[in-house]
């Protein structure tokens, strides 16, 4: 099993995708405020498109902390989906 240092993101990739969730949140603020004061198109895909970067990145870094705690022996309870990708990233 691999250190709590050696698991999860590298403190680069860390920071990369935190600065994509802080960007694509405001960004999310954005397309909302668009969205909501003249709905088309264009600003419901850009609505959708944040919404989705935003998602992702939120759960990158969510995946990165369960990894962490359960590499220290820390992890209060399980969380299926991660455990599935957790399991499949170790084989």
Do not use: H
Request: aromatic share 20%; net charge positive; glycine share 4%.
């Amino acid at each position: 099993m691999p250190d709590t240092d050696s698991a999860g993101l590298k403190p680069w990739q860390w920071w990369f995708v935190f600065i994509a969730a802080s960007v694509s949140l405001s960004w999310f603020f954005e397309a909302f405020k668009s969205f909501t004061l003249m709905s088309s198109l264009r600003s419901g895909l850009q609505l959708i498109g944040c919404a989705l970067l935003l998602a992702t990145s939120f759960l990158v870094l969510v995946y990165d902390a369960y990894v962490k705690e359960k590499i220290k022996g820390t992890l209060a309870r399980t969380f299926a989906p991660f455990e599935w990708w957790y399991n499949r990233r170790q084989s």
